[in-house]
Each structure stands twice: as C-alpha cells, then as structure tokens.
DNA sequence: CGTCCAGTTGACTCACCTCAAACGTGGTGG
DNA sequence: CCACCACGTTTGAGGTGAGTCAACTGGACG
C-alpha cells in the first residue's frame, strides 16, 4: 500500500510534534512523496500517525456522508500544513487535486505526548486552519451562491494566482462541494458573472477576473 | 470598559502560551469573571490579549456580515476554550448566551511568541475547536434543515444534558444562526419532530428526545 | 472521425425564505 | 388579582433561489 511507504522519509523527525525537519519552505525536510491526481492521501479513520505539508501542487481534505455527500474542508497548497487531528484517527481524508509533491512529518497522538511541549509554529499552521474553517463556515452557513463563487474566485485568486488569469487545479464538482453547491449551480453562476462582466472564461480551467470591485462587493 | 476589567486576574499568569494557572476544571486558575447573558465578551477586531475558558454557563462564537447576517461558530460550555488566534485581533465576537463564569488567560501573539514552545493541552484544545469547525462545515454545507436540527439535538443533548430533558440555553435565533436556518424554519422543523414523535417540547426551553435512534438515522 | 467526459444550459420542482398574523408567557403597573 | 405590554415563538400563505433531471456542447484523445 502506498501509505506504507509514504510514511518512510518521515521516520528520520523522531520528536513528537516537533517541526526539527522542518525549515521555512519545507523542501529540505526530506525527500518529497509524490502523488498523482485524484490518489488518497489517507482516508478518514485511517491512523493518524503523520502530518503532511504540500511542497507543491493541491491538496483537498474533505469529509463524506453514508449517502455520498460529500464536503471539502479546505484545498491546500505549496506551505500549507494540513492532517493534524485530535486523536489518533484523521477525521477527514485527504487527495490530491493535482500531481502534486507532499511532505509527511511522523508524530505522536496527543494524549501520549503528556507534557512534552510544542512547537508555536505548529500550533501556527493549525490555528491558520482553524480560521479558515470559521471563515468557511460562515460562508456555507450565510453566503447565496453569487457570493460564495465570489469569495472562491477572490480567495483562490490570492493563494494561486499568477495575477490576470486564475488557473483552477479542480472541477466544477469539487468547486461544488467547497463551497456547499451543485455543479450546475456552480456553472451557472460563472456563466452569470462573465455575462455580466464581471469574469472572462478563456477556457475551462482559467478565470479572467476583469472587474475585482464587483466580485469585493459580492464578499461583502 | 469592562474588558479591561476582564483581563486583571489572568496577568497572574506571566509565561506567554502556558497553561501554568489551569488545572484540569479551570477553577482554580483565579477568580472566575462573571457576564451577563448577552453581554459581548470580546467583539470582533478587538485585541486578542487572552483567551478564555467557560467555568459555568453558555458562551457563543460568531461572525457577522457586513448586512447583519450573523454566523454562530460555536456554543462553548463548562472547560470548553475560545479565543485563541492567530494574530493579534480576534477574528470572532464572544457573547454570553447565559449568565456565565469565565476564566481568562493573558497570552502573547503567536508571531512574538518567537521559539517559545507551547503546552500540548493548549493545541489539543485548539484541535478540539478545529475538529468541531470541521463537523460543523459539513452541517453547514450538506445537510438538510431536519438533519440540522437532529445533529444539533444529539450535539447539545451530549454537551449540557441532564439525561431525559435537553435544557436550552439559547433563542430559536441562536439555533437558526448555529445552524444557517432562519428561525422560523428551526420552529417549524422542531414542531414537525414533535409531530413525528421523536421530541416533546414541554416548554420552549426543554426538549425531551422520545426516539434517540429516530434522530441518529437524521444524523447519518 | 468517433468516443468519452467535464461542463453548460434549459425546464421544472421543491426546500427553505419572506412577510405577516396569531399565540403564549413573563413582567409591570393599576 | 387582573389588564396590559413586550418579546420570543409558532403558524400560515406565498415567493424564490438553488436543486434535480435531462439534453446538449465542446475539447481531449485514440
């Protein structure tokens, strides 16, 4: 199974939530694990005996439900540090949007670090997930379909972009389920903001944002 | 400004990021500040200089949209933590639901903390609220109104419950705003429950949950 | 040139929202 | 003790934004 030997270069980090491996860009923590588009990371209730940190490329986590709903947490990429959980199981899974390349760090459940202390750049990288998903929240919870399209377009445009033209690493489908929508509805509402012209769509994969103020007052 | 008041009995605890003053209750970290129900606690953009923990009573987390539109993050009940973030601003408001007992923790923003490590009980509270913000994303984005308010009554149910009936802490509104419904559609859900015979609703403010598995099967 | 699959578009439906009125309960004052 | 008010909640009627289902389009690839 490739989690076996994912986990490998991580042996070399033997302390417990510590980050020794780990310097500003990552790069030089060890070998770098490849994944190709859309392979699982891990899966949720997998053990969670690793944490990972995207060296380049995208990342989703995401959880399911027992019909196949499916709602991704987060889209992940190059410095982002995403698998730490509670306990001993990841409660979301993880895939790669695009080939990507993924660094894992090996750790120790919480409850048997006992009081071995912690690096504040990991509690950093954790609390910087903690509030995107507040941010995410209220965007799922209080945002109409304009306006989360809008705040995806913005948001992704800061992490990504090669300012002009935005290219998206995922699908409709998996812009879908980040923001709490159908495909259709995700279509629809792109195809909306380039008649209004707000948005160019030069091919499937890229958005022009012509007008950034209209998609600003979309995000209130 | 009573926030100022607030934050006197947490200078006792020097150490930027310790936990030194908390024991396992939290109640003999100092006196426990007292809010009214419905006081602010903290607003949103203000300085992030402590964060806190409930000793008694029903603290809420939310965000507000330019429009008024309001997001609740979290309820946070007794030895529940809130406040901590990332920068120096907190990026949440805290309000009292209830009358409540807090204890508040002076702090050092993250990006001064320098190589200071940090107590791992600290980030297993942070993973705790994470992990929450991660459920509740899924409420948020995929869930139907009745499964809302059956997660919502199982959740609350396990939180505050003195078994049988479920105590309310909070307004229709709060439920609503917890769970992106309007109140009248929280109402009208509860009043079909009650209709179905999976609740009883003795009075406004309790619950009493006849069929457990009813609501389970709701929660996937 | 045909196949495949992601994306788009259209027609229709429905879950939830909006607006409005009625209800209930707790507090206040006569 | 009761009349009244305030406010949170419930209920109803009607509207609408997003979902569903289905047909069509357009690149990518063999």
């Given at each position: 199974m490739t989690v076996q030997l994912a986990i490998s270069p991580a042996s070399r980090s033997f302390a417990p939530w510590t980050e020794t491996t780990i310097d500003e860009d990552g790069l030089s923590a060890g070998?770098?694990?490849?994944?190709?588009?859309?392979?699982?990371?891990?899966?949720?209730?997998?053990?969670?005996?690793?944490?990972?940190?995207?060296?380049?490329?995208?990342?989703?986590?995401?959880?399911?439900?027992?019909?196949?709903?499916r709602q991704i947490d987060a889209f992940h990429v190059a410095g982002d540090v995403f698998g730490i959980e509670?306990?001993?199981?990841?409660s979301l899974s993880a895939e790669a949007v695009s080939d990507c390349r993924i660094v894992a760090y090996r750790r120790v459940?919480?409850?048997?670090?006992?009081?071995?202390?912690?690096?504040?750049?990991?509690?950093?990288?954790?609390?910087?997930?903690?509030?995107?998903?507040?941010?995410?929240?209220?965007?799922?919870?209080?945002?109409?379909?304009?306006?989360?399209?809008?705040?995806?377009?913005?948001?992704?445009?800061?992490?990504?972009?090669?300012?002009?033209?935005?290219?998206?690493?995922?699908?409709?489908q998996d812009i879908g389920d980040y923001l709490g929508l159908t495909i259709e509805t995700v279509s629809r509402t792109l195809s909306q903001l380039e008649r209004d012209g707000v948005i160019e769509l030069p091919s499937v994969r890229q958005i022009r944002v012509t007008n950034v103020e209209a998609l600003n007052d979309l995000n209130g």
């Open positions: 070998p770098a694990l490849r994944y190709e588009q859309d392979r699982e990371i891990y899966g949720e209730g997998e053990d969670a005996d690793c944490y990972y940190k995207v060296v380049s490329g995208v990342v989703r986590t995401c959880k399911f439900l027992s019909d196949g709903r509670t306990g001993g199981l990841h459940p919480l409850d048997k670090a006992g009081t071995q202390s912690v690096s504040p750049r990991l509690l950093a990288q954790v609390l910087r997930n903690l509030s995107r998903a507040q941010d995410h929240a209220v965007l799922l919870g209080r945002r109409s379909a304009i306006e989360k399209v809008a705040a995806f377009l913005l948001d992704w445009a800061r992490q990504s972009c090669a300012s002009g033209t935005i290219g998206l690493a995922m699908t409709r």
